[in-house]
Nanobody
Framework: VQLQASGGGLVQAGDSLRLSCARS????????IGWFRQAPGKEREFVAA????????YYADSVKGRFTISRNNARNTVYLQMNSLKPDDTAVYYC??????????????????WGQGTQVTVSS
C-alpha cells in the first residue's frame, strides 16, 4: 500500500493550492490520514488530519482557518485545500496513515506509510 502526495507548486503569498494524497495498492488498517510538512533545517510538523470514523478533523494552530482537510472515499483520496498561503508555509508536504490512538494524531511517530512528499513554495 502506498500513499502519494501531489499538487504542490510555486505560488505567491495569498494564493491557494490543493494537495492530494492518493492511496494505491490495496487497503490497510489505519485510523485516518494526516498531513505534515518539513521546511529546510526544521523539524517535521503536524499540519492537519482527518479520521475515517466520523470524519473528525484536526489542525495546527498555524493553519487553522486557512487550510481544510477533506476526503473522497470513492477515490481513496484525501485533500488539503490551502488558502491565503504565506511564505512560512513553504515546505515539503507529506501525507501518512495514522495508526495510533486519538491523542497521538499530531505526533508524526504514530504515522506509517509516508508518501514521498510534494514541494510547496510560497514567494512574498
Amino acid at each position: 500500500v502506498q500513499l502519494q502526495a501531489s499538487g504542490g507548486g510555486l505560488v505567491q503569498a495569498g494564493d491557494s493550492l490543493r494537495l492530494s494524497c492518493a492511496r494505491s495498492g490495496g487497503t490497510f488498517s489505519n485510523n485516518g490520514i494526516g498531513w505534515f510538512r518539513q521546511a529546510p533545517g526544521k523539524e517535521r510538523e503536524f499540519v492537519a488530519a482527518i479520521r475515517w470514523s466520523g470524519g473528525y478533523t484536526y489542525y495546527a494552530d498555524s493553519v487553522k482557518g486557512r487550510f481544510t482537510i477533506s476526503r473522497n472515499n470513492a477515490r481513496n483520496t484525501v485533500y488539503l485545500q490551502m488558502n491565503s498561503l504565506k511564505p512560512d508555509d513553504t515546505a515539503v508536504y507529506y501525507c501518512a496513515a495514522h495508526r495510533g490512538i486519538l491523542s497521538t494524531v499530531r505526533i508524526h511517530t504514530s504515522y506509517v506509510n509516508w508518501g514521498q512528499g510534494t514541494q510547496v513554495t510560497v514567494s512574498s
